[in-house]
């Protein structure tokens, strides 16, 4: 990941920046080429990068699928794939140049022919393209094949680094489904790689706003020292969306909102928002801190999850002015299915800096706004002063980070109404992405597969973090396979703020979410 310089004027008038270094040569080989990952935001992603001319020259594009295709037909799709899903409108000459690079291999992906053919093609590709013998893996498979496929590559030689070349596979998640499965799947991978070599993907990683956390709280003077308990109330996590389960049906209903997003997005946000300074803008020297910070999560008890965690589904209902079916009445999904797809939760962190400072999260689909922010609630100042005003309350501090849509960052504070009698209302001072930097739209993906490409590991999962965070979920999922009354499923609206539940979880501390519509 790289880290240039803060512009300090509106867009268009900052200092150009260095331009980053081109990445190694490679081949990048794609498993799962037919899906949709691969031509919405692989294949556009790549495209970006080539555009931006931070592919390297001696670079090929391998897709391997199960589909009878021939190498043109392949590129026809992925032409095809560039001018739907591009994120802006793409030149022909870039369009052409990067997909001559591309080629197919028929296989199926328990074969052991598909990977000794592959071999012979990547070698092939290391003629044609120079790669250099490096390859970089990325398994846009569905997930019960991560640990046969890696296992497979290696039989055939093809994980082993030797002779200054480099092997890299990249995973994307659900990584397990739960901490026995999480680290079954490690130890397989482990056993035929070594950590280095692993990239898993958390997508939440590659956004900018993201990535801004960290600079935000260390690269300012200004937060940090407040950045603790004494100083801060509570902080809110939210990641709600709009969307329902879409034609995802069968997957989620097998997952639900907890393993979908909270063991791995959410948990990124609250260990970038709650972790210690890292010693050094390194791959491990920030995944050590962020694993530190899920660790101090307290242990959620068998009671915990009935206090402190609201599991519901959505009903039908209207989102905007679309209407929208109950779940239950999703393609792929069960009549009865008690699966969540809206969750909240009360975490503590039990360390120095965060002892007593609730972290509360949400999220859920269906809901009445998509909404990604981290909200910062101050504790009140003292009030004495005001007393004998007509000043009744203080707004409280609230620093937001707005993750997605609208990225960026306010801040709330107290200042005087105009006029003869000392009236007090909540200011907003408001930061926009948009006003600062011109950035092309994107993916998403570029920065992660070119940190991939580079060797720069800071924006994946170690597999320590992964760990982590299914042991703070696992009580979670123990607890509702017990069943217990009191973790019941509850309900919502469509289109609505989420379940009453939620909503209570908060009264019951004297506190309210933010509104997300
Ligand atoms: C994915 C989940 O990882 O993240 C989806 O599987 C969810 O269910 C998506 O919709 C949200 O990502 P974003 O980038 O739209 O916030």
Same mark, same amino acid.
Do not use: W
């Given at each position: 990941m790289d880290v240039a310089a803060p512009a300090l004027s509106p867009a268009g008038s900052a200092d150009p920046q260095p331009p980053p270094r081109r990445a190694d040569p490679c081949a990048f080989v794609i498993f799962g080429a037919s899906g949709d990952l691969t031509k919405r935001l692989l294949v556009p992603a790549l495209y970006n990068l080539a555009a931006a001319r931070l592919l390297p020259d001696d670079f090929a594009v391998i897709g391997v699928a199960r589909g009878d295709v021939s190498d043109d037909a392949f590129r026809d799709r992925m032409r095809e794939a560039l001018q739907e899903f591009a994120t802006g409108s793409a030149s022909p000459e870039v369009v052409r140049d990067l997909t001559a690079r591309f080629s197919y291999l028929r296989g199926d992906f328990d074969d052991p022919n598909t990977y000794r053919s592959l071999k012979d093609k990547l070698s092939a590709a290391e003629r044609t393209f120079r790669t250099g013998g490096n390859c970089l893996f990325y398994l846009a498979t569905p997930p019960n094949v991560f640990a046969l496929v890696a296992q497979q590559l290696a039989d055939v030689g093809l994980l082993r680094e030797e002779g200054g070349r480099w092997r890299r596979l990249v995973i994307e998640k659900p990584f397990g489904t739960d901490l026995d499965s999480a680290r079954e799947l490690d130890r397989r991978l482990l056993g035929l790689m070594s950590e280095s070599q692993i990239y898993r993907i958390d997508h939440y990683l590659g956004k900018e706003t993201v990535q801004n956390i960290m600079v935000l709280r260390f690269a300012n003077g200004l937060f940090e020292p407040l950045w603790n308990r004494d100083h801060i109330d509570h902080v809110e996590i939210t990641v709600t969306e709009t969307l329902t389960v879409e034609n995802r049906g069968k997957f989620y209903d097998g997952t639900g909102a907890l393993r979908d997003m909270v063991p791995n997005h959410l948990f990124q946000l609250l260990a970038l928002t709650a972790m210690e300074p890292p010693v050094r803008f390194d791959a491990d020297a920030v995944r050590s801190e962020k694993a530190k910070a899920i660790e101090a999560i307290r242990p959620l008890t068998p009671d915990d999850v009935c206090h402190d965690v609201v599991?519901? &589904?959505?009903?039908?209902? +209207?989102? %905007?002015?679309?209407?929208?079916?109950?779940?239950?009445?999703?393609s792929g999904v069960d009549p009865n299915s008690m699966t969540e797809t809206y969750l909240a939760m009360r975490l503590a962190i039990d360390n120095w800096r965060w002892a007593g400072v609730p972290f509360y999260l949400r999220t859920g689909k269906a809901l009445a706004a998509r909404r990604t922010e981290i909200a910062i609630n101050f504790k009140a100042a003292p009030f004495a002063l005001f007393r004998r005003t007509p000043v009744e309350r203080l707004a409280q501090n609230l620093l937001v980070l707005r993750i997605q849509p609208d990225e %960026?960052?306010?801040? &709330?504070?107290?200042?005087? +109404?105009?006029?003869?009698?000392?009236?007090?209302?909540?200011?907003? #001072?408001?930061?926009?992405? =948009?006003?600062?930097?011109?950035?092309?739209?994107?993916? %998403?993906?570029?920065?992660?597969?070119?940190?991939? #490409?580079? %060797?720069?590991?800071?924006?994946? &999962?170690? =597999?320590d973090n992964i760990e982590s965070g299914w042991r703070v979920v696992q009580p979670i999922l123990d607890a509702w396979r017990e069943g217990r009354d009191c973790a019941d499923l509850t309900w919502y609206a469509a289109g609505s703020e989420g379940p009453r539940e939620a909503e209570e979880l908060l009264a019951r501390d004297g506190r309210a979410w933010r509104k997300i519509a």
């Open positions: 599991r519901a &589904q959505y009903r039908g209902g +209207t989102v %905007g002015s679309r209407r929208i079916h109950a779940y239950r009445e999703e %960026g960052a306010s801040l &709330q504070f107290n200042a005087k +109404t105009p006029g003869p009698e000392i009236l007090i209302g909540g200011v907003r #001072m408001d930061f926009k992405y =948009a006003d600062y930097f011109e950035t092309a739209p994107n993916t %998403g993906y570029e920065t992660l597969i070119y940190d991939c #490409m580079i %060797g720069d590991a800071t924006l994946f &999962q170690r =597999a």
